[in-house]
Every structure is written in structure tokens, then in C-alpha cells.
């Protein structure tokens, strides 16, 4: 394989991983209401979850979805559901106020590692991307140290971009501001979440 194709696909995942997306958005709620550590914790889950995808894009799974297509279908309907549910917690908590006093207990950096995880999980369409990026691009018979170096820059992409987002989002000043507007927030957080999690299942 060589470097500049290499580095065609490293350049076309990070485009993808920037694009807004349920991952992009769980990194920035979870920046804007638990802080920089929590959104830490997601964005690993995000990598995590992204390698996850690339790996079965990588051995074929993206093949078993276009000769079975009811289980993508399957995969679709449950992950828009996730996300919908997701969404309407969001709604509902949205008039719920933060304890700003020190005495509630933000989520831990693990559970915050499994949300961004099953986030990006709950979208099948990176498999069909990651296969479409792979195609033509990684040559039959690379060594396992290409597969290896393929995977840790999806981990970094995902990774690095959603801790950047969890970062702005956790900002004191970004905090402040959505303290004072956190009900109309969430509800565009939530209705966003929601939207994409219908998009997800019906395309």
C-alpha cells in the first residue's frame, strides 16, 4: 500500500469524523453539562467505536449487509431507536436544573467511555462508509501492521476531534451560557438527537 493512499484515506476518515453527526453531538452535551473529563470519556468511546466499525468494514462485514440487507435494516432500527430514546430523556430532563453547588456527582469517566460507545454503535452507516473509503484503496494481501495502522488512525480521528468538541463545549464561559438557556438547549439537543435517529433508520 502506499503512503499517499495511506494518507488519502487517513484525510477522507477525519472529514467524515468531523462531520455532525449523534457521536459529535453526545461529545458536546456531555462537554456543556459534565465537564471536559466526562466528554473525555465519551470521545474514547466514540474511537473506540469507530475502530469497532472499521475493523468490520475491514472483514467484510459491509458485504454481509449488502447480501442480507434486512439485518442492516435490523441495525438501523435499533440503533434510530437508541437515539431516540436518548432524545426523549433529553426533553424531558430539559427543565431539570444542574446542581452548579458542588453536591452532584458528575458521571464517571467509564460510564462516559460505554455512552460514547453505544452512541456510535447505534449508527451502522460508518461500516458502509469505512467500506467504501477501504474499497479499491487498501490492496488484497497487506500485512497486518497496515491493518494496524489503518485502525489507530480512525482511533486518533474520532478520538482527538470529539475530545477537541468536548473541550469548547465544557469551556467555563460556553458552561455559563448554557446554564442560562438549558431548557431551550436540550430541547434542540434532544430534537437533533432525535432527527438523526429517524434519518438513521429510514435511510
Not at 13 to 34: C, D, E, F, Q, Y
Not at 123 to 135: E, R, T
Not at 165 to 189: N, Q
Request: glycine residues 12%.
Amino acid at each position: 500500500m502506499t503512503l499517499s493512499a495511506f494518507l488519502a484515506i487517513a484525510f477522507l476518515h477525519a472529514m467524515a469524523a468531523i462531520s455532525p453527526g449523534p457521536s459529535v453531538l453526545m461529545a458536546a452535551r456531555t462537554g456543556v453539562t459534565h465537564g471536559f473529563r466526562a466528554a473525555t470519556g465519551v470521545a474514547i468511546g466514540i474511537g473506540i467505536g469507530g475502530v469497532i466499525w472499521a475493523m468490520a468494514a475491514l472483514f467484510g462485514l459491509s458485504l454481509l449487509f449488502t447480501y442480507m440487507p434486512a439485518l442492516l435494516w435490523a441495525f438501523k432500527l435499533c440503533g434510530g431507536a437508541f437515539l431516540v430514546y436518548m432524545a426523549i430523556k433529553l426533553w424531558k430532563q430539559a427543565d431539570t436544573p444542574i446542581e452548579t453547588d458542588g453536591s452532584a456527582t458528575p458521571p464517571s469517566f467509564g460510564r462516559g467511555v460505554v455512552l460514547g460507545l453505544v452512541t456510535q454503535l447505534a449508527n451502522p452507516k460508518p461500516a458502509v462508509l469505512f467500506a467504501a473509503i477501504f474499497l479499491g484503496t487498501v490492496p488484497a494481501g497487506v500485512g497486518i501492521e497496515v491493518y494496524a495502522a489503518l485502525l489507530a488512525v480512525v482511533f486518533f480521528n474520532e478520538t482527538a476531534w470529539n475530545i477537541l468538541v468536548g473541550r469548547i463545549f465544557s469551556l467555563p464561559a460556553t458552561r455559563r451560557s448554557y446554564l442560562g438557556l438549558k431548557g431551550a438547549i436540550d430541547r434542540v439537543f434532544g430534537g437533533l438527537l432525535a432527527a438523526l435517529g429517524v434519518k438513521i433508520a429510514a435511510t
